[in-house]
């Protein structure tokens, strides 16, 4: 008798589906778990723009497009080993990788700066950190790429420029190349002015391009961001440049290659040449560097 009622249960269960009190109890679950998830992601907005850093920071690495001159450390003789792509090809790009080529001279990167926090932002200084120069070993080989112009754009970023060969660097502003006067032009401090961002859901955002300039040593270090905002007061946040990793190199120049790499245009493959005697860099042309505001400023810096 009690197999035959489970029989008729299970038919009327099957037929007409489960009771209305169970289907509600399964929706009231499936709201409350919603719920929840929208609790948690409410939260973790929440503490993104209350807690933890007030800043991200993006950094990219350059684009062989806009660059001048690269090396090698080792000479390179053997032409089966160039890459049989083009300048812009990947073949190429991964050549150069593994050789670890560097910028010769003068390097720039390119970092954004996202505030994450609810209200303002204040970026008030960069500086160089873990600064170590030594002469140049990139002597073997010099890679030269095909000419070619610019390629236009987005609206140009804030231009910060760094003489790596001052004792103690700083943020330049940077006016780019002067055809009058055959130099780079660096006309003071590029944060004389603080710049202030918005944080919060619509939030700005500020990209620099990050120039170095070295002369015959081979240059490693590190950036830091100095930003003020509410509630955290004057903190300094490291670069993190594409690798990931947290210091960045550029090679000096030296006298004379022992061989060379041309690019004749940017669709042919690049061929080997013999001895290179690279161009003498543009001379730096500064203005005055006035100290910038508030606890920004760097400290330690005595000619600022």
């Known amino acids: 008798m009690i197999g035959a009622v489970g029989v008729l249960v299970s038919s009327a269960v099957a037929i007409w589906g489960l009771p209305a009190a169970v289907q509600s109890s399964e929706v009231a679950k499936q709201a409350e778990a919603r719920e929840q998830k929208k609790d948690k992601q409410d939260d973790a907005k929440e503490e993104r723009l209350t807690v933890g850093p007030a800043i991200d920071i993006v950094a990219a690495e350059p684009n062989l497009l806009y660059s001048r001159r690269f090396a090698f450390a080792q000479r390179t003789t053997d032409a089966e080993s160039l890459?049989?792509?083009?300048?812009?090809?990947?073949?190429?790009?991964?050549?150069?990788?593994?050789?670890?080529?560097?910028?010769?001279?003068?390097?720039?990167?390119?970092?954004?700066?996202?505030?994450?926090?609810?209200?303002?932002?204040?970026?008030?200084?960069m500086r160089i950190t873990d600064l170590s120069c030594r002469p140049t070993r990139y002597t073997g080989t010099a890679v030269v790429p095909p000419a070619f112009g610019d390629s236009g754009g987005d609206a140009l970023p804030t231009a910060v420029a760094f003489d790596l060969t001052e004792p103690s660097p700083r943020p330049w502003k940077n006016e780019g190349w002067a055809p009058t006067e055959d130099a780079w032009k660096l006309s003071g401090n590029a944060f004389a002015k603080a710049i202030y961002l918005d944080g919060g859901e619509d939030f700005d955002a500020r990209a620099f391009d990050l120039s170095f300039f070295t002369e015959d040593k081979d240059c490693e270090f590190g950036v830091e961001v100095n930003v003020t905002t509410a509630g955290r007061g004057d903190e300094w946040y490291r670069v993190v440049f594409p690798g990931p990793r947290l210091t960045y190199k550029v090679a000096g120049r030296p006298e004379r290659y022992e061989t060379s790499v041309v690019s004749e245009s940017v669709e042919q493959p690049p061929v080997l040449r013999g001895r290179y005697t690279p161009d003498r860099p543009l001379p730096l042309r500064k203005g005055t560097f006035l100290p910038g505001p508030g606890r920004g400023s760097n400290e330690k810096d005595p000619a600022s």
């Open 83 to 125: 890459p049989d792509g083009g300048f812009m090809s990947k073949k190429y790009w991964a050549w150069f990788a593994k050789n670890k080529g560097l910028r010769v001279n003068e390097a720039t990167v390119r970092v954004t700066i996202f505030p994450l926090h609810r209200g303002t932002v204040v970026i008030q200084n």
